[in-house]
Every structure is written in structure tokens, then in C-alpha cells.
């Protein structure tokens, strides 16, 4: 079956304790994104990768970082989270620009 | 870049009747247009896409149009169910030295009233 896992769903953290929320697909799809989720602005890209080593900013990086080592997973990082990064984050794969989304990673940082 | 606005917010519609949900984006050289389907607590679900080179797309209850010259692109749907009430998001897509970025609009919150 074809599959986007992320994990944690759900995290609660303080700020600037570093933390990572792995992506994984088994689509074999070359192209992953994050995006975040915030009330009233839809969703918006952080980071894209095209293939393994191969990853770019976004609209909305600042505070994120990605890496690509895999083909299959996508992990986010956040080395310092700060309150205003409290949001609701999807992994995103895509063949053919069609996007499948995770299960999505509701984050508080406190 | 591109910048996609979708209306109306907030869409209530009795059961049976049809709902309409429209978006315009500005970028002319976007070529793909998918619709999502977010049901509360999940994944946005692709439920419709268009490209470019067609005017319109149909999938049982569910058809886009898209006006191109206008640039503005709409999701009907049809016979409307209870199991329709969710948030439905548009997007508007360029593959742009490789990236396959989704541009959304801010969603609509489609109320099914029984």
C-alpha cells in the first residue's frame, strides 16, 4: 500500500530543545516537500527536496532545516523551536506533481 | 510568485443541493490545479486535479473548470452529502527548476445542513 508515515504525530516541547520529525514514503517518489499549516493562511512550503542530496528553501524556511540522505525519507529539523513555529506540519511526496500528503505533525512548543 | 485567493470562506448548502467554491491565481504560467479535501483532524486528501490544457474534469459528483484566460478556476459539487462537510483547499502549481511547490488558497469550510 502506498504510504506516507510521519512521526511524532503529536509533540509538545519547550523552546530550543532540538527536535526532528522524520518523513518517510514508499513510493519511490523523487520529490518531497514540508509545508505548514496555520489558520487562515492555508498551507505553505518549507523546504522541497528533488532527490537524494538535493533540497531548497522554501517560502517559509527561516528556523527549519531538511536533509535528504534517503530516497524514502525526509526528516525536518528544528534546532531552536521558538512558540511562533507552533503549527500543524505534512510531509508531501509527489509523482508527476501530483502531492500525497502524511498524516501531518501537530507540534506546540511552549 | 503565484498567489491563489479562494472564496467564499464559509459554504453552507442543504443536503441534495450543489456547492461551488472558486479560485483565481495569478501566475499565467501555472499549469496544474488540484483540489484537496481536509476532513477535521486530517491529511488533505487530493480529490480533483486539472491541468492546463483542458477546460474542464469530471469524477462523478464532483467536476473543475478552469477559465484560463480569466485565471480563475472552480470545484462543483453535485448532489451534496453529509460525508461532503470538510474544508476544501485549491492550489495552483508550476514546476519551477524542479520544485512542484503547491500554491493554496486559504480554504473553504463546506457545512452539508441535512
Same mark, same amino acid.
Given at each position: 500500500?502506498?504510504?506516507?508515515?510521519?512521526?511524532?504525530?503529536?509533540?509538545?516541547?519547550?523552546?530550543?530543545?532540538?527536535?526532528?520529525?522524520?518523513?518517510?514514503?514508499?513510493?519511490?517518489?523523487?520529490?518531497?516537500?514540508?509545508?505548514?499549516?496555520?489558520?487562515?493562511?492555508? #498551507?505553505?512550503?518549507?523546504?522541497? *527536496?528533488? /532527490?537524494?542530496?538535493?533540497?531548497?528553501?522554501?517560502?517559509?524556511?527561516? $528556523?527549519? !532545516?531538511?536533509?535528504?540522505?534517503?530516497?524514502?525519507?525526509?526528516? #525536518?529539523?528544528?534546532?531552536?523551536? *521558538?512558540? /511562533?513555529?507552533?503549527?500543524?506540519?505534512?510531509?508531501?511526496?509527489?509523482? $508527476?506533481? !501530483?502531492?500525497?500528503?502524511?498524516?501531518?505533525?501537530?507540534?506546540?512548543?511552549? | 510568485?503565484?498567489?491563489?485567493?479562494?472564496?467564499?470562506?464559509?459554504?453552507?448548502?442543504?443536503?441534495?443541493?450543489?456547492?461551488?467554491?472558486?479560485?483565481?491565481?495569478?501566475?499565467?504560467?501555472?499549469?496544474?490545479?488540484?483540489?484537496?479535501?481536509?476532513?477535521?483532524?486530517?491529511?488533505?486528501?487530493?480529490?480533483?486535479?486539472?491541468?492546463?490544457?483542458?477546460?474542464?474534469?469530471?469524477?462523478?459528483?464532483?467536476?473543475?473548470?478552469?477559465?484560463?484566460?480569466?485565471?480563475?478556476?472552480?470545484?462543483?459539487?453535485?448532489?451534496?452529502?453529509?460525508?461532503?462537510?470538510?474544508?476544501?483547499?485549491?492550489?495552483?502549481?508550476?514546476?519551477?527548476?524542479?520544485?512542484?511547490?503547491?500554491?493554496?488558497?486559504?480554504?473553504?469550510?463546506?457545512?452539508?445542513?441535512?
Amino acid at each position: 500500500e502506498a504510504q506516507v508515515t510521519q512521526n511524532p504525530r503529536y509533540l509538545i516541547t519547550v523552546t530550543g530543545k532540538k527536535l526532528t520529525v522524520t518523513c518517510s514514503q514508499n513510493m519511490n517518489h523523487e520529490y518531497m516537500s514540508w509545508y505548514r499549516q496555520d489558520p487562515g493562511l492555508g #498551507l505553505r512550503q518549507i523546504y522541497y *527536496s528533488m /532527490n537524494v542530496e538535493v533540497t531548497d528553501k522554501g517560502d517559509v524556511p527561516e $528556523g527549519y !532545516k531538511v536533509s535528504r540522505k534517503e530516497k524514502r525519507n525526509f526528516p #525536518l529539523i528544528l534546532e531552536s523551536p *521558538s512558540p /511562533n513555529q507552533t503549527s500543524l506540519y505534512f510531509c508531501a511526496t509527489s509523482g $508527476g506533481q !501530483k502531492q500525497f500528503f502524511g498524516p501531518g505533525t501537530r507540534l506546540t512548543v511552549l | 510568485g503565484e498567489n491563489v485567493e479562494q472564496h467564499p470562506s464559509t459554504l453552507s448548502v442543504q443536503e441534495g443541493d450543489s456547492a461551488v467554491i472558486k479560485c483565481t491565481y495569478s501566475d499565467s504560467a501555472s499549469n496544474y490545479f488540484p483540489w484537496y479535501k481536509q476532513e477535521l483532524g486530517k491529511r488533505p486528501q487530493l480529490i480533483i486535479d486539472i491541468r492546463s490544457n483542458v477546460g474542464e474534469k469530471k469524477d462523478q459528483r464532483i467536476a473543475v473548470t478552469l477559465n484560463k484566460t480569466a485565471k480563475h478556476f472552480s470545484l462543483h459539487i453535485t448532489e451534496t452529502q453529509p460525508e461532503d462537510s470538510a474544508v476544501y483547499f485549491c492550489a495552483a502549481s508550476l514546476v519551477h527548476f524542479g520544485n512542484e511547490k503547491l500554491t493554496f488558497g486559504t480554504g473553504t469550510r463546506l457545512t452539508i445542513i441535512p
